[in-house]
């Protein structure tokens, strides 16, 4: 491994730079920050077995963020130019801080929070409804798997269906706009399942169509996904200038607190490997050239996928 970082020990091992075949490995330098993502914990009240952090209760594999974490991070994010704040977990607001680190990042820039929608939001609703008073907007992507109680349930439990649909239709009465990720499953129709989505939500909330995001299955942490190697012949080949900067880690970071320090990942798909792990300020980072070389990096070389809403 000549010059890339070194591999966290439960991740598959594979060289950063040159793929099994020999050929240079694919890569991203990154052009701006206009996202900047935080991780605010791998702790969740819900255990999905198909979740890509391996969130559940009371798990520590990434630390619980407080306003004290993350504010520097925003203050360095501003000075460069950053557009938007994102917000992903485990579940947000298990963090006793969110509320708060959320008042001053919405005070700055406007903020997007993924949120699975039940209790621990459900029971800070009367804190949340203050935050409609922030400068910038604040947007929720709820997590409803599937349209259908039994389904969604059968991953998140009893009662997760209900609850998430109670969270929903909370947030959208206090004004905040809500999109929705789903699961995507192989085969299937995408638009015809996201037009079932679109009418679902009408008649749940009486809003207008939300943003829907869906996502194939990209396996839990420190798996080895078994995929094709990029190179930078496919990066040239299958890609050019304009769709290399829509990749994740070509516009956006992620803040996680790993071990108690704070650090700052390439996107929100790789905090499993500690080669994605570019420094602890965002200005090192932006300086580091990514190597794609994480499972997770063939579907966005592939499929395009992406957890932002942004377009660069
Ligand atoms: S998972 Fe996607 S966004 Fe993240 S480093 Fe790989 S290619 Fe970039």
Redesign the pocket.
């Known amino acids: 491994m000549p010059d890339g970082p070194a591999p966290n020990a439960d991740a598959p091992v594979y060289d950063w730079d040159v793929t099994t075949a020999g050929d240079r490995r694919g890569y991203?330098d990154p052009h701006a920050l206009s996202e900047l993502w935080f991780h605010t914990g791998t702790a969740c009240n819900l255990a999905c077995p198909f979740c890509l952090e391996g969130s559940k209760p009371g798990d520590t594999r990434l630390g619980l963020m407080t306003l004290a974490d993350v504010r520097p991070f925003i203050d360095e994010a501003l000075d460069i130019g950053v557009e938007q704040f994102s917000f992903t977990g485990g579940e947000p607001f298990v963090a006793r801080d969110f509320v708060k680190i959320l008042h001053y990042a919405a005070d700055r820039r406007p903020c997007l929070v993924l949120t699975n929608a039940t209790l621990p939001l459900i029971r800070r609703l009367h804190d949340i409804e203050r935050l409609k008073r922030t400068r910038h907007p604040i947007q929720f992507r709820v997590s409803i798997d599937y349209l259908t109680a039994d389904e969604h349930d059968a991953g998140r439990g009893q009662g997760s269906f209900a609850a998430a649909l109670e969270g929903v239709k909370a947030l959208r009465k206090l004004g905040f706009a809500v999109s929705v990720a789903r699961q995507r499953k192989n085969g299937e129709d995408m638009h015809a399942v996201d037009a079932a989505y679109r009418d679902f939500f009408a008649d749940l909330t009486g809003a207008d169509t939300p943003t829907i995001v869906s996502f194939p299955d990209f396996k839990p942490p420190f798996s080895d996904g078994a995929v094709p190697e990029i190179t930078e012949a496919c990066m040239t080949t299958y890609h050019d200038e304009a769709s290399r900067r829509d990749?994740?880690?070509a516009f956006s970071k992620m803040v996680v607190k790993q071990d108690g320090q704070m650090c700052v990942y390439?996107?929100t798909?790789?905090d499993d490997d500690r080669q994605?792990d570019l420094g602890g300020t965002l200005r090192a980072a932006m300086e580091r050239r990514?190597k794609?070389g994480?499972h997770?990096?063939y579907s966005?070389?592939a499929y395009g996928a992406s957890c932002s809403e942004r377009s660069t």
Request: aromatic share 18%.
């Open positions: 991203i990749f994740m880690c390439a996107c798909l790789v994605y990514v794609l994480h997770r990096c966005c070389f």
